[in-house]
């Protein structure tokens, strides 16, 4: 009886953890796109730091700081007004940033 119980509560814990997790990814994937896009209106700094090139700690706060103050990016352009972006780092993410 008391195995039934152990497994019953084993159940329990399993499944709970896959809805953890399951949760915990599509929180963290919220800001990518298809083929790892990366929508720069939605990205946190970690989401930044991690899915571009050329993107640090600093410059990925920046990015957020900027974004708060100014509201939504809707160009490149305005990408490049943040100090610490450049042609450079535009060329190498302009195929995984997105605006939406």
Not at 4 to 9: F, G, I, K, S, V
Not at 66 to 77: A, I, N
């Amino acid at each position: 009886m008391e195995d039934h119980y152990r497994l019953r509560e084993l159940r329990y814990r399993i499944a709970t953890l896959f809805v953890v997790l399951t949760i915990a990814l599509m929180t963290s994937l919220s800001a990518f796109s298809s083929d790892d896009m990366i929508n720069i209106n939605l990205a946190d700094q970690a989401t930044l730091e991690a899915g571009l090139e050329g993107i640090g700690p600093a410059l990925a706060r920046r990015i957020v700081e900027f974004r708060e103050m100014y509201g939504p990016f809707e160009s490149l352009d305005q990408f490049l007004e943040v100090r610490g972006v450049g042609p450079k780092i535009v060329e190498t993410n302009q195929n995984r940033i997105v605006f939406e």
